[in-house]
């Protein structure tokens, strides 16, 4: 028996599509399928926009990250001729680094649809604002000052302190001391808000339990991705010996990952990638750490359309902490006194410039 993509790469191979099914929501049918990369500092960095239009003229819009043109090949003989009310089973069919983007774009586009924020469409609103928070850049202390003070202006209260970078694997008393005084600087800069530390999977665990007992009095707001997730009983040992919070999920795709560290209690915080997750998947992720009494802060590295998702995520999900703002600052929101207001247009409420993306189309 022949198999449905084998049966899409047929008909497209001869220039047609699978006929719709009556009820198939025909008018929003995936009518084409495209693909942007759009670069951002630093150089070198890049995510990917994903276009999904139907027959019906709407068009819905997500990012995910490197993506290529086989990707975008294969996307298309799945998706082609499918309502866009078929994220769910679509979703798992596509290229894993589309599935995530396809996500956005097909809740973005019954959004449009129904005239309504994807929080609704999903039931929400579960809040009126979410909580913000952004990375502070630069390496010294002088420089992460100064951008403190423009974030403050800027309307931020949460911030993501870096941690100085690691010279090398287990660090002295030296490097936890510059660690602790670059938090107190923060701290005495503005006393008012609240700080998180930023490890990026730098530290060893050993560094990370001796950093988290040396600030645990500064009541940061957690440790995000201390160290790697590797040897889980390590990780249990770290968190049974502080109550600094710790963050973890930005770097792990497998939901089973996130499974493990909540049923051992070794996570306060889930930071899973929009880029990788998607709504949905994050929805699901929601789901599971509700039942461990544990918040979700998602994250990315990309631009306004993730920042929007992530945006819709926090307004249809009981537990659901802070949102952050991208390390290269690129958001369709700007906080007021550190909280971001909901989206309020259809979709994911970001308005795309297609034009400005059409010279750099993966084809």
Known sequence: MISVVERRKAL???GQREPIAPGADGPHAISDVRAFRVAQSPPGSSYVVLQVRTQSGLAGYGECKEFS?????ATREVAMGRPASAYETLRPLVPQNAQAAIDMALLDILGKATKAPVYRVLGGPTRNKARAIVRLSGTSDDEI?????KQLASGFAAFLVPIPTPAARNQGSAYIQ???ARFKAMRAAAPDADFAFECSDQLTPSDTAT???AVESMHPLWFDAPCPVSNLSTLRKITDETVVPMGFGRDIANPGTFQDLLRGGMVDLLRPDMLVHGITGIRRLAAMAETYYVAVAPWHAAGPIATAAALQVAASIPNFFIAQ???SGAGSATPQAGFFELPKGPGLGVDVDEKALERNQIV
């Open 145 to 149: 000052e100064k951008d403190l003070q």
């Open 12 to 14: 497209l191979a001869m």
């Open 211 to 213: 950093l988290a007992a």
């Open 69 to 73: 043109s086989p990707d975008l090949t």
């Open 325 to 327: 703002l991208p390390n």
């Open 178 to 180: 510059a660690g602790v």
